[in-house]
């Protein structure tokens, strides 16, 4: 399991998160203004619809599927 917590919204809107180990996930198809919180997020993004981007914030996804089952994590600080 790669737990993720939620980032921001990117440049192009999409919702990106990070895992412990710095790599971002992201969704490709449920885009949002720029200024959508966390709840409003994680109320229409589940773990499912995550693909991987890389290894930077805001960078070209690469859009394949997580290696293994992602955990979205809400609120606070992931650690590492």
């Known amino acids: 399991m790669i ?3 939620y980032v921001n919204i990117d440049d192009w809107n999409r919702p990106v998160f990070r895992s412990i180990n ?3 996930y992201g969704c ?3 885009l949002f203004p720029y200024e959508t919180g966390e709840e409003e997020v ?3 993004v589940n773990a499912s619809d995550l693909v991987w981007f890389g290894n930077s ?3 070209e996804p690469a859009g394949d599927p997580p ?3 992602i ?3 809400r609120g606070g ?3 590492g």
Do not use: A
């Open 28 to 30: 490709l198809d449920k």
């Open 22 to 24: 710095g790599t971002y």
């Open 67 to 69: 290696p293994v089952p």
């Open 77 to 79: 600080l992931l650690n």
């Open 3 to 5: 737990p993720v917590k």
């Open 42 to 44: 994680l109320k229409l």
């Open 71 to 73: 955990e979205i994590l």
């Open 57 to 59: 914030f805001n960078c």
